[in-house]
């Protein structure tokens, strides 16, 4: 298990939005005139005043004619709502706040990065105290960024575990006779014990120690009047043979790549993706370096390290994947068509596509966008509409569109290019009636194909269960773009009919 000793862990299971059966559907119960809720008892009750005194199903009315009980409060809308109460309501000075991660999610973001954070800054230098001197100035530093939440940064408090330190006065050994080893097994024997033997009990074995009672060595006085044997048999106390004294030390030691290391923690605030967070917290420490706040003392180094790194590397490969999807695209329409004309007006509606998954990317970060409710279900609820990051499953569900939006223009293209390869055409009249008579013919087949493609996506756009953090926004370009492509019904055929009018007039002009 990855998880420190001072990590807190604790599961928090959430009541479901609606009073529900052993099926999973809402239950309807009893209400009266003034929509309060009849309980069993004859006594009737408030929404609020029923989530007060904490009344469940079994002091209820079930009735199909009646109002779903809500086990959330009114100004609780989805399931972030009640993150954001728990962590007003646990916030504790100099503990980071808990990130909202799963159980497994929380040991993968700690075995990737090391850290109990899904980003943080390693700060690596040649002693403790330095580290962390310099981890304080950069925590009060990013608590200032705008993108990065500030009861979430944290440094490590590397030096503030008490240690005894014992110092051996080796002048004072040497004048009894004793050396460092006589006086390390006294104190190794007195404080920790010493196995001299084992003992056979049945098919148990049990080692016996000698050591010094608690009440012998509980305090530095008391350690310091241990004695010690010299070789000509007087004992000598501790405390004229070494120096006792407190000294503050290291929680933990931690070294990377050969230094010594220490951690600042820290997380993004909402609506903010952790490579801009990452990049406006590495903005902030340059420009205080570069104005003389912040001195970076010598023999320190930072770095920064994440999740976002995955992100980073990820976007690399992205640069180099969606370009050569769009050649792919492209390289296929024209084996289809033989006409580099004819495959650009079909390989338009990837720019339409394209520009409507991020207009519907920007809508789901609109607060206004469909706040609306339709038979008691908020539609931002239902379709889980919150602001969506260009991550790698949005880039993913471009590729994906990039397929598919180009269904529509193959449609109408074919069989213009069909119809019109048949025909000769003498005037413009004659074109126009032909485009209109292709689009006419192939608009059912096209709009059934668009149809039953944003209906598929409707079910993803819903989903809550295992994966639908990943599998929503990838369907959110692909609904959106299939949306805009529809565009593409008019779009090819007005190009297409564009093209053979310029064929017409270059026709004419060279007989006159």
């Given at each position: 298990d990855p998880a420190p000793i001072s990590m807190f862990e604790n599961v928090i299971n959430y009541k479901s939005e609606y009073i529900v059966n052993e099926k999973g559907h809402r239950v309807r119960f009893k209400v009266n005139k003034n929509m309060d809720f009849v309980l069993t008892d004859g006594r009737s009750i408030s929404q609020e005043e029923a989530l007060t005194a904490g009344i469940g199903a079994n002091e209820l009315i079930p009735d199909r004619r009646g109002r779903y009980f809500r086990n959330w409060r009114a100004q609780i809308k989805t399931p972030d709502d009640i993150w954001d109460e728990i962590v007003k309501a646990s916030k504790i000075p100099g503990v980071t706040s808990a990130p909202k991660l799963q159980p497994i999610e929380t040991r993968l973001v700690m075995l990737q990065t090391g850290m109990r954070a899904p980003m943080g800054i390693k700060v690596h230098g040649p002693d403790q105290e330095t580290i962390q001197t310099f981890g304080f100035e950069l925590e009060a530093l990013l608590k200032q960024v705008h993108s990065v939440k500030s009861e979430a940064v944290y440094a490590d408090r590397i030096v503030g575990k008490p240690y005894l330190n014992i110092r051996i006065d080796r002048k004072a050994i040497a004048?009894?006779?004793?050396?460092?080893?006589?006086?390390?097994?006294?104190?190794?024997?007195?404080?920790?014990?010493?196995?001299?033997?084992?003992?056979?009990?049945?098919?148990?074995?049990?080692?016996?120690?000698?050591?010094?009672?608690?009440?012998?060595?509980?305090?530095?006085?008391?350690?310091?009047?241990?004695l010690i044997a010299t070789p000509t048999g007087t004992q000598i106390p501790l405390d004229q043979l070494v120096d006792i004294e407190y000294q503050r030390g290291p929680q933990m030691i931690r070294s990377e790549e050969t230094f010594l290391t220490g951690y600042v923690l820290f997380d993004k605030n909402d609506g903010y993706s952790e490579v801009e967070t990452v990049d406006d917290a590495r903005l902030a420490i340059r420009g205080a370096i570069d104005r003389g706040e912040l001195k970076v003392p010598a023999g320190v180094s930072y770095v920064f390290s994440g999740n976002y790194e995955n992100q980073v590397r990820a976007m690399k490969r992205l640069g180099f994947i969606v370009p050569l999807v769009l050649l792919i695209v492209f390289l296929i329409l024209y084996f289809q068509f033989r006409s580099i004309g004819t495959s650009l007006m079909v390989f338009s509606g990837i720019a339409l596509a394209f520009s409507g998954g991020f207009i519907l990317l920007w809508l789901y970060g609109q607060p206004w966008f469909a706040d609306v409710s339709i038979f008691g279900m908020n539609i931002r609820g239902l379709f889980q509409m919150h602001p969506i990051n260009l991550s790698v499953a949005v880039w993913v569900g471009f590729i994906a569109l990039f397929g598919i939006a180009t269904d529509d223009g193959v449609l109408m293209g074919t069989y213009l290019q069909l119809n019109f390869r048949d025909k000769s055409h003498v005037e413009v009249d004659e074109i126009h009636a032909s485009v209109i008579r292709a689009a006419k013919r192939r608009i059912r087949p096209a709009a059934m194909t668009s149809a039953t493609t944003i209906i598929a996506l409707l079910p993803v756009l819903t989903s809550t269960g295992r994966g639908a953090d990943i599998m929503v926004p990838m369907a959110i370009p692909a609904f959106g773009g299939m949306l805009m492509a529809v565009v593409t019904y008019f779009l090819v055929p007005t190009l297409y009919a564009m093209r053979e009018e310029q064929k017409l007039k270059k026709v004419k002009h060279e007989i006159h």
């Amino acid at each position: 298990d990855p998880a420190p000793i001072s990590m807190f862990e604790n599961v928090i299971n959430y009541k479901s939005e609606y009073i529900v059966n052993e099926k999973g559907h809402r239950v309807r119960f009893k209400v009266n005139k003034n929509m309060d809720f009849v309980l069993t008892d004859g006594r009737s009750i408030s929404q609020e005043e029923a989530l007060t005194a904490g009344i469940g199903a079994n002091e209820l009315i079930p009735d199909r004619r009646g109002r779903y009980f809500r086990n959330w409060r009114a100004q609780i809308k989805t399931p972030d709502d009640i993150w954001d109460e728990i962590v007003k309501a646990s916030k504790i000075p100099g503990v980071t706040s808990a990130p909202k991660l799963q159980p497994i999610e929380t040991r993968l973001v700690m075995l990737q990065t090391g850290m109990r954070a899904p980003m943080g800054i390693k700060v690596h230098g040649p002693d403790q105290e330095t580290i962390q001197t310099f981890g304080f100035e950069l925590e009060a530093l990013l608590k200032q960024v705008h993108s990065v939440k500030s009861e979430a940064v944290y440094a490590d408090r590397i030096v503030g575990k008490p240690y005894l330190n014992i110092r051996i006065d080796r002048k004072a050994i040497a004048r009894y006779g004793l050396d460092i080893e006589d006086i390390q097994q006294t104190l190794e024997t007195t404080i920790g014990g010493m196995k001299i033997t084992s003992t056979v009990e049945g098919r148990e074995r049990y080692a016996i120690r000698v050591r010094y009672p608690r009440e012998l060595r509980e305090t530095p006085s008391e350690l310091s009047r241990v004695l010690i044997a010299t070789p000509t048999g007087t004992q000598i106390p501790l405390d004229q043979l070494v120096d006792i004294e407190y000294q503050r030390g290291p929680q933990m030691i931690r070294s990377e790549e050969t230094f010594l290391t220490g951690y600042v923690l820290f997380d993004k605030n909402d609506g903010y993706s952790e490579v801009e967070t990452v990049d406006d917290a590495r903005l902030a420490i340059r420009g205080a370096i570069d104005r003389g706040e912040l001195k970076v003392p010598a023999g320190v180094s930072y770095v920064f390290s994440g999740n976002y790194e995955n992100q980073v590397r990820a976007m690399k490969r992205l640069g180099f994947i969606v370009p050569l999807v769009l050649l792919i695209v492209f390289l296929i329409l024209y084996f289809q068509f033989r006409s580099i004309g004819t495959s650009l007006m079909v390989f338009s509606g990837i720019a339409l596509a394209f520009s409507g998954g991020f207009i519907l990317l920007w809508l789901y970060g609109q607060p206004w966008f469909a706040d609306v409710s339709i038979f008691g279900m908020n539609i931002r609820g239902l379709f889980q509409m919150h602001p969506i990051n260009l991550s790698v499953a949005v880039w993913v569900g471009f590729i994906a569109l990039f397929g598919i939006a180009t269904d529509d223009g193959v449609l109408m293209g074919t069989y213009l290019q069909l119809n019109f390869r048949d025909k000769s055409h003498v005037e413009v009249d004659e074109i126009h009636a032909s485009v209109i008579r292709a689009a006419k013919r192939r608009i059912r087949p096209a709009a059934m194909t668009s149809a039953t493609t944003i209906i598929a996506l409707l079910p993803v756009l819903t989903s809550t269960g295992r994966g639908a953090d990943i599998m929503v926004p990838m369907a959110i370009p692909a609904f959106g773009g299939m949306l805009m492509a529809v565009v593409t019904y008019f779009l090819v055929p007005t190009l297409y009919a564009m093209r053979e009018e310029q064929k017409l007039k270059k026709v004419k002009h060279e007989i006159h």
